[in-house]
């Protein structure tokens, strides 16, 4: 069946560095993909998505990638700040939005 | 502009117990769908509702029902309550009515405690 997992359930940055983290998917079908924030006591966030006919797609100190030969998503956050520490969901689209298992990103001062 | 608005924001239930969570929806969004999300993991899709009508269902048990009212806003009921439906029960909102796809606005969720 269907599944999105992430690499590692857990990931510390330093306060300035970049942070990337990875997501892999198992339905070739996929073809919408969607980067999510979710804050302590809040509602998942909407950041970032990308399409399956593209390979990246950049916003505001975000980075999306899309390998599909390997099913591989990552998010790429440039300059870490403080208020980046949160989990983060990938999630895919098939007939429904299936979500990750999140990584949760902590920013060490 | 208001956001996606839950409610309640807390509560406890007891096990056989029934249970009913509201949502309204952004200002002009016609799409309301529902997740749960168990605690140390990610949102699971239960329903989605376009202009009233179902247009998606997840993995849930019919135990698990909603509706769609005419000014959009949306209520989850879940009857017999299971320990394990202790969760976080987020409502998102959009614009379109193709499921899941566009923007999806969350609401800050209800937290479900079932004793």
């Known amino acids: 069946g269907e599944s999105v997992g992430l690499h590692l359930p857990t990931l510390s940055v330093q306060e300035g560095d970049n942070s990337i983290i990875n997501c892999a998917y198992s339905?070739?079908?996929?073809?919408?993909f969607i980067w999510y924030k979710q804050e302590s006591g809040k509602g998942p966030q909407f950041i970032i998505d990308?399409?399956?006919?593209?390979d990246k797609r950049q916003g505001q100190r975000v980075t999306v990638l899309l390998n599909k030969t390997v099913k591989h998503l990552s998010l790429q956050i440039a300059a870490t700040q403080p208020g980046d520490s949160a989990v983060y969901f990938c999630?895919?689209?098939?007939?429904?939005?299936?979500f990750g298992t999140g990584t949760r990103l902590t920013i060490i001062p | 502009d208001a956001g996606v608005t839950q409610s309640p924001t807390h509560l406890i239930k007891t096990r056989g117990q029934h249970v009913t969570l509201r949502c309204s929806p952004i200002?002009?969004?016609?799409?309301v769908s529902w997740y749960q999300q168990v605690l140390g993991q990610g949102p699971q899709f239960i329903f989605q509702?376009?202009?009233?009508?179902?247009?998606g269902r997840g993995n849930f048990p019919d135990r698990f029902s909603a509706r769609q009212f005419p000014n959009y806003s949306s209520e989850l009921n879940v009857n017999a309550l299971l320990l394990g439906d202790s969760a976080l029960y987020l409502c998102?909102?959009?614009?379109?009515?193709?499921?899941?796809?566009?923007?999806?606005?969350f609401g800050e969720g209800s937290r479900l405690t079932v004793l």
């Open positions: 339905n070739s079908a996929s073809d919408y």
């Open positions: 990308i399409r399956s006919n593209m």
């Open positions: 509702y376009y202009e009233k009508e179902e247009r």
């Open positions: 999630a895919e689209k098939t007939e429904k939005l299936t």
């Open positions: 998102a909102s959009s614009l379109k009515g193709e499921l899941n796809t566009g923007e999806l606005f």
């Open positions: 200002s002009g969004h016609k799409s």
